[in-house]
């Protein structure tokens, strides 16, 4: 099974199992990790904002105008922020590393 790496607020760091398929937001809420996802995937919030390593970012698939305009709403912007709903395991994933940000809005 794909794993992947949680960083908390606190910089620990939590490895889970990471199905094929799921979002990092639905890893996440499996596992307890504090990610919100008030409008629960329906790309209308940007309370998933996770901060992907940079190792990773280039492997992910690109955004969408509507990704980048949620984005634009999360607290603590990196260069590398996603969305959590939108990023989907795949195999190339396994080993994913993703942070949260310091606070949220």
Not at 3 to 14: A, L, N, P, Q, T
Not at 28 to 37: F, K, L, M, S, Y
Not at 70 to 94: K, N, P
Not at 96 to 104: D, E, G, M, S
Request: proline letters at 4%.
């Amino acid at each position: 099974m794909p794993k992947m790496v949680f960083i908390e607020r606190d910089g620990s760091r939590k490895e889970v199992e990471a199905p094929l398929g799921l979002s990092v937001l639905e890893i996440a809420h499996r596992h307890g990790v504090d990610i919100e996802g008030a409008c629960e995937g329906s790309l209308a919030c940007a309370t998933c904002h996770v901060i992907v390593e940079p190792e990773w970012f280039g492997k992910l698939a690109g955004t969408t105008e509507d990704e980048e305009d949620m984005l634009d709403l999360a607290f603590d912007l990196q260069e590398t922020s996603r969305l959590g709903c939108q990023i989907v395991m795949t195999d190339a994933l396994d080993g994913l590393v993703v942070k949260l940000p310091a606070a949220a809005k």
